[in-house]
């Protein structure tokens, strides 16, 4: 009897460490399902941040590059106006900087 009830005692530890192996793989299991499951949220939600950040860097190099032409126009315009007055200006005392030139050219000191 006593070999009988250890042998029951025995196959109840079998039994449970059985169990138990199944519970510790079915857990391991489980938590690789729900790492590869957190991953590909996270690359996803990665894809989805790179993608936005992108978008609105696509936006601003637009939107730079639209004032860009503005301001270029803007500049050259600018740049006409000061030449046409440098000329103007010019035309106005060239006539006394020739004057002035020929006087010193043509007076002599002793």
Known sequence: MAASTSQNGIQLLL????EAQHIVNTARTA????????KEEAEKEIADFRAQMEADFQRKVA????DSGANV???????????ENLKTEASR????????????????KN
């Open 15 to 18: 039994a449970a460490e059985q």
């Open 31 to 38: 938590k690789q399902a729900r790492l590869k499951q957190a």
């Open 73 to 83: 126009k803007r500049l050259e315009q600018e740049t006409d106006a000061k030449i």
């Open 63 to 66: 939107e730079s590059s639209g």
């Open 93 to 108: 005392i060239s006539p006394d900087v020739v004057s002035m030139l020929l006087r010193h050219v043509t007076t002599v």
